[in-house]
């Protein structure tokens, strides 16, 4: 087969779809990339990951001020930033989710059209996630107070954090 626009031999088959109707059309490379190329140029490069996607959210309608005010915030529990997030594409801890709720949700409704999970549940789910996250806040907690030198608050804080394994292994059967 040869291309459409010139005499060499087609390599690229393209097929399209417009008002239902769809037509064939077929090119050599270098007419296929110039066909290509004005519809590569005016569309926006789509997000990688999950913080390229965060980044577009954001950029929409925020000033550089804005972004580096957001980029400050910290969640209490596990210490990441929202840079962090925006950097790794990860959260810290499930608190992350409350912590950074506002610059979330907009993110989470682009993404699954919903801000509330329906449907399944994984068969291990876990129920009340509240002491696994006091235990990673402790840990930080106690992190800090053994770099700051405060031994003696460094020593509650692990009572505590042991106090909450025995009770997480009483618990466990």
């Known amino acids: 087969m040869k291309c459409q626009k010139c ?8 097929t399209e779809i417009e008002s239902g109707k769809h037509r064939e059309l077929h090119f050599c490379e270098e007419c296929a990339r110039l ?3 004005p519809q590569a140029a005016s569309e926006p490069e789509p997000a990688t990951s999950l913080a390229g996607a965060l980044a577009q ?4 309608g925020q000033t550089a001020e804005e972004l580096s005010k957001i980029d400050q915030l910290t969640c ?3 210490g990441i930033s929202f840079l962090e997030f ?11 989710y409350v912590s950074f709720e506002k610059e ?12 509330r999970h329906v449907g399944k549940k994984p068969a291990r789910y876990a129920e009340g996630t509240e ?11 106690m992190k ?6 405060d031994y003696e608050l460094a020593s509650r804080l692990r009572d505590q954090i042991r106090q909450i394994e025995e009770k997480s292994r009483k618990a466990s059967p």
């Open 7 to 14: 005499e060499k031999p087609a390599t690229f088959h393209i």
């Open 35 to 37: 066909y290509l190329a």
């Open 57 to 60: 959210q954001l950029a929409l």
């Open 76 to 78: 209490p529990v596990c």
């Open 86 to 96: 925006r950097n790794q594409g990860r959260l810290g801890c499930p608190h992350d």
């Open 104 to 115: 979330l949700e907009p993110l989470i409704m682009s993404i699954h059209n919903e801000t």
């Open 131 to 141: 002491p696994l996250t006091d235990l990673i806040r402790l840990r930080r907690d």
């Open 144 to 149: 800090e107070a053994v770099t700051a030198e």
